[in-house]
């Protein structure tokens, strides 16, 4: 499984824009890659996945260059809410797979 | 969407005793379902993958003996934690991925248990 890097934490006001990047230099040619967002004493929830080029819902936003060596997250005007860890995650598809590795995962806070 | 339960959602134990831990996919049949143990301020680190019907294979260092594992049917895996010691309080959580699905993708995770040990 390719490894991720993303920063250890972030700060944010409410209503900025929280931009987080993972690095994830080794992914394979048939990796996807996901974010999750964990709460305290929560089990991790899904917030988006992506291939390439964008992914947009109703929660977030994921940017993906064309090499695929990193993505970014993108959470529009934040609330104090989304004071939350968010994990970036690379995986294959193939049934053969399905484990996943969390790294160390970005504590954001998000201040009045 | 989907939805995976856990029960209990915390258990307070005496050292030495055993703790059974139910996940549960309330929604959807789940041929997979991962167990994940977390530390204070630390990272999921994955113990150990069940599969329905089969032998749960376990991650490097996680003790298949202590850490019993059973995924009877396709909505139920149980993780038995025996002999507890207070080193194995922690916070457990199971993820499930739903049958035919494609692994990888989105899997559902439950809502942990705090187990500590006296």
């Known amino acids: ?112 | 969407g989907a939805v995976v339960s856990q029960h209990p959602s915390r258990v307070i134990c005496k050292s030495g005793t055993s703790v059974k831990i139910e996940c549960r996919s309330l929604d959807f049949q789940a041929t997979t379902m991962f167990w994940y143990r977390q530390f204070p301020k630390q990272s999921l680190m994955l113990m150990a993958t069940s599969n329905e019907g089969s032998k749960a294979t376990y991650e490097q260092g996680v003790e298949k003996d202590k850490f019993l594992i059973n995924h009877a049917s396709l909505t139920l895996s149980t993780l038995t934690v025996t002999s507890a010691h207070p080193e194995d309080s922690s916070f457990y959580i199971c993820s499930a991925r739903e049958l035919g699905r494609l692994a990888g993708l989105t899997q559902y995770f439950g809502p942990g248990t705090r187990l500590l040990v006296l």
Request: aromatic content about 10%.
């Open chain 1, 1 to 112: 499984l390719a490894k991720t890097t993303q920063p250890i934490s972030m700060d944010s006001y409410e209503g900025q824009e929280v931009n987080i990047t993972c690095s994830h230099n080794n992914i394979a040619t048939n990796d996807y890659i996901t974010w999750y967002q964990q709460f305290p004493s929560q089990g991790p929830r899904f917030i988006i996945q992506g291939y390439k080029t964008k992914v947009t819902n109703e929660v977030a936003s994921l940017f993906i260059p064309a090499d695929r060596k990193s993505s970014t997250l993108s959470l529009p005007r934040v609330s104090l809410s989304d004071t939350a860890v968010y994990y970036c995650l690379v995986a294959p598809p193939t049934d053969s797979w399905g484990k996943l590795q969390f790294g160390a995962g970005t504590q954001v806070v998000v201040t009045p």
